[in-house]
Protein backbone atom coordinates (compact mmCIF):
# COMPACT_ATOMS: atom_id res chain seq x y z
CA UNK A 1 0.00 0.00 0.00
CA UNK A 2 1.53 3.57 -0.96
CA UNK A 3 1.87 5.62 1.90
CA UNK A 4 2.63 9.84 1.04
CA UNK A 5 3.35 11.76 4.69
CA UNK A 6 4.67 15.28 4.20
CA UNK A 7 6.00 17.85 6.16
CA UNK A 8 7.67 21.37 6.24
CA UNK A 9 4.50 23.47 6.21
CA UNK A 10 3.78 26.68 8.76
CA UNK A 11 3.70 30.16 9.47
CA UNK A 12 5.77 32.53 7.06
CA UNK A 13 5.88 36.08 6.26
CA UNK A 14 5.27 37.38 2.93
CA UNK A 15 8.57 36.87 0.60
CA UNK A 16 9.51 34.06 2.83
CA UNK A 17 10.43 30.53 1.83
CA UNK A 18 9.47 27.22 2.98
CA UNK A 19 10.66 23.53 2.02
CA UNK A 20 7.79 20.94 1.72
CA UNK A 21 9.17 17.25 2.12
CA UNK A 22 7.07 14.09 1.24
CA UNK A 23 8.53 10.44 1.68
CA UNK A 24 7.16 7.54 0.72
CA UNK A 25 6.03 4.27 1.42
CA UNK A 26 4.76 0.89 -0.24
CA UNK A 27 6.73 0.43 -3.30
CA UNK A 28 9.42 1.20 -6.06
CA UNK A 29 9.31 5.08 -5.38
CA UNK A 30 12.01 5.46 -8.28
CA UNK A 31 9.59 4.24 -11.16
CA UNK A 32 6.98 6.56 -10.68
CA UNK A 33 6.34 10.34 -11.00
CA UNK A 34 5.31 12.49 -8.25
CA UNK A 35 3.13 16.07 -7.50
CA UNK A 36 2.26 18.30 -5.39
CA UNK A 37 -0.82 20.22 -5.48
CA UNK A 38 -2.70 22.87 -2.98
CA UNK A 39 -5.93 23.23 -1.80
CA UNK A 40 -7.08 26.83 0.10
CA UNK A 41 -10.00 27.69 2.01
CA UNK A 42 -13.42 27.47 -0.29
CA UNK A 43 -11.56 26.97 -3.51
CA UNK A 44 -10.71 23.20 -5.60
CA UNK A 45 -7.54 21.37 -5.21
CA UNK A 46 -4.67 22.79 -7.79
CA UNK A 47 -2.11 21.49 -9.33
CA UNK A 48 1.58 23.25 -8.40
CA UNK A 49 4.48 20.88 -9.89
CA UNK A 50 4.97 17.30 -11.03
CA UNK A 51 8.80 15.98 -11.76
CA UNK A 52 9.35 12.60 -13.50
CA UNK A 53 10.38 9.42 -12.00
CA UNK A 54 14.10 10.43 -12.74
CA UNK A 55 13.92 14.23 -11.71
CA UNK A 56 14.38 14.80 -15.95
CA UNK A 57 11.23 16.76 -16.15
CA UNK A 58 9.71 19.16 -13.93
CA UNK A 59 5.95 20.97 -15.24
CA UNK A 60 4.91 23.88 -12.99
CA UNK A 61 1.72 25.77 -12.47
CA UNK A 62 2.17 29.61 -13.94
CA UNK A 63 1.32 31.22 -10.86
CA UNK A 64 4.27 29.31 -9.41
CA UNK A 65 6.80 29.29 -11.74
CA UNK A 66 10.01 30.96 -10.89
CA UNK A 67 9.58 31.30 -7.38
CA UNK A 68 9.22 27.19 -6.62
CA UNK A 69 11.35 24.21 -7.15
CA UNK A 70 10.34 20.63 -6.94
CA UNK A 71 13.10 17.59 -7.02
CA UNK A 72 13.55 14.12 -5.71
CA UNK A 73 15.85 11.85 -4.10
CA UNK A 74 15.11 8.60 -5.32
CA UNK A 75 17.68 6.94 -2.59
CA UNK A 76 15.68 8.45 0.15
CA UNK A 77 11.65 7.78 -1.65
CA UNK A 78 11.62 11.54 -0.78
CA UNK A 79 10.26 14.60 -3.10
CA UNK A 80 10.41 18.14 -2.26
CA UNK A 81 8.72 21.75 -2.96
CA UNK A 82 11.27 24.21 -2.41
CA UNK A 83 8.99 27.80 -2.10
CA UNK A 84 10.79 31.13 -2.24
CA UNK A 85 9.00 34.47 -2.41
CA UNK A 86 5.95 33.20 -0.92
CA UNK A 87 3.08 35.63 -1.59
CA UNK A 88 -0.73 35.26 0.88
CA UNK A 89 -2.05 33.69 -2.49
CA UNK A 90 0.41 30.55 -1.69
CA UNK A 91 -1.54 29.96 1.27
CA UNK A 92 -3.06 26.63 1.26
CA UNK A 93 -2.63 22.72 2.63
CA UNK A 94 -0.08 20.95 0.52
CA UNK A 95 -0.69 17.60 -0.93
CA UNK A 96 1.85 15.10 -2.11
CA UNK A 97 0.51 12.91 -4.66
CA UNK A 98 1.61 9.90 -6.46
CA UNK A 99 0.56 8.04 -9.52
CA UNK A 100 -0.74 4.51 -10.31
CA UNK A 101 1.45 4.43 -13.62
CA UNK A 102 4.78 4.49 -13.73
CA UNK A 103 7.37 6.37 -15.84
CA UNK A 104 6.15 7.50 -18.62
CA UNK A 105 4.56 11.09 -18.55
CA UNK A 106 4.02 13.58 -15.63
CA UNK A 107 0.62 14.58 -15.11
CA UNK A 108 -1.08 17.91 -13.71
CA UNK A 109 -4.48 16.67 -13.30
CA UNK A 110 -5.70 15.01 -9.71
CA UNK A 111 -7.61 12.12 -11.17
CA UNK A 112 -4.41 10.87 -12.61
CA UNK A 113 -2.82 10.36 -8.95
CA UNK A 114 -4.31 7.84 -6.75
CA UNK A 115 -2.74 8.27 -3.79
CA UNK A 116 -2.32 11.18 -1.59
CA UNK A 117 -0.92 12.01 1.75
CA UNK A 118 -2.46 13.74 4.57
CA UNK A 119 -1.39 17.61 3.36
CA UNK A 120 0.30 19.89 5.67
CA UNK A 121 -0.74 23.45 6.16
CA UNK A 122 1.01 26.86 4.69
CA UNK A 123 0.12 30.15 5.54
CA UNK A 124 1.71 33.46 4.38
CA UNK A 125 1.20 36.45 6.20
CA UNK A 126 0.44 39.58 4.46
Known amino acids: QVQLVESGGGLVQTGGSLRLSCVASGRTFSNFAMGWFRQASDKEREFVAA????????NYADSVKGRFTIRRDNAKSMVYLQMNSLKPEDSAVYYC???????????????????WGQGTQVTVSA
Open 51 to 58: ISWNGGTT
Open 97 to 115: AAPKIPYGTIWSTSYSYPY
